[in-house]
């Protein structure tokens, strides 16, 4: 896999801070902020051969965007999506909540596009409208998917918020090896899980689990079924002292200390974080993409 240019991820979340200053500060669902958002990560995909689709609904009297990207070629029956949250809440810019996430799967997305990568597996990106209402846009494309379409979705892996700027290395429970939150998710989630461990560890960075409990556009993935994966770096909660010694930072702050706040600026990214995340996602899509997801093709 491509180590990914943190500097080519920044270079994303600085536009996506100059579309929320220019449109009063956010890029909340219903705002103009978010719609130019989808504009700028789907110009950015075209131009690199993807095949986008921006798909609509409504939600709470607005209308939202989800922006579906398929790189032509693999299997189609054995589709491994990768996706992230473009809204943010309407107190900020949101950039590490969830510019990264955003902006570091585009940047994978784009070198899927520089390498001509030919998966075995077909590949698609999803930006989703909406998760701060509740996983709107998620949930309403996996409800807009007839039964056939969904039981090509062999794998979904999500990202929101990874470069928190007091971070922790998380990695989404899939197995509840942890045995804390929600039980196990579904089969060959684990496998997912198991794939960015290995990464991590490889780098020489510990990682611990959290919860799989649907705090994001996993949700109704994994409520259909569907094996789902991904990193956190960690929210409102607070660093506790053993994590620091794990894993540097602050103990007793919080792991985003903007977080849903204004300050959610490109200010508020640890870059270390940032750049190790997208690597591992780079390496989770390669992985993962090479061999077979168990689909029914
Ligand atoms: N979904 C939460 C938000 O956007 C963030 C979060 C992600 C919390 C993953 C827990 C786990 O605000
Ligand atoms: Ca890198
Ligand atoms: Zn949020
Ligand atoms: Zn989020
Ligand atoms: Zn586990």
Wanted: hydrophobic residues 35%; negative net charge; charged residues 15%.
């Amino acid at each position: 896999a491509p180590d990914i240019s943190v500097a080519a991820v920044k270079a994303h979340l600085t536009q996506l801070q100059s579309i929320a200053t220019a449109n009063g500060g956010n890029r909340a669902h219903g705002r103009p902020g978010y719609l130019a958002s989808v504009n700028y990560v789907k110009g950015r995909l075209d131009a690199a051969g993807f095949t986008t689709v921006v798909q609509s609904f409504t939600y709470g009297g607005a209308t939202g965007y989800n922006l579906i990207a398929d790189w032509p070629g693999g299997d189609v029956n054995d589709v491994l999506m990768t996706g992230a949250h473009l809204d943010s809440v309407t107190a900020g810019p949101g950039i590490n909540d969830n510019g990264t996430g955003s902006a570091a799967i585009l940047e994978t997305a784009l070198a899927v596009a520089a390498q001509d990568l030919t998966p075995g597996r077909h590949l698609r990106f999803a930006w989703w409208g909406a998760e701060e209402q509740g996983l709107r846009g998620s949930t309403h494309y996996v409800n807009s998917l007839t039964a056939a379409a969904r039981a090509q979705i062999t794998g979904y892996l999500n990202f929101d918020m990874v470069g928190s700027p007091n971070p922790g290395y998380f990695v989404y429970d899939g197995d509840n090896s942890d045995g804390t939150g929600s039980g196990p998710g579904p089969a060959g989630s684990a496998v997912i899980e198991s794939v960015i461990e290995g990464y991590f560890a490889g780098i020489g960075v510990p990682t611990r689990g959290t919860d799989f409990d649907g705090r994001s556009d996993y949700g109704p993935f994994i409520a259909r079924g569907i094996p789902a994966g991904g990193t956190f770096t960690g929210a409102e909660g607070t660093k506790t002292s053993a994590q620091a010694a794990l894993w540097g930072g602050t103990a007793g702050a919080r792991f985003d200390p903007c977080y849903h706040a204004a300050c959610d600026t490109t200010s508020n990214v640890d870059d270390t974080a940032l750049d190790r995340n997208s690597d591992a996602i780079a390496h989770t899509v390669w992985t993962l993409s090479a061999g077979s997801g168990g689909g029914p093709g």
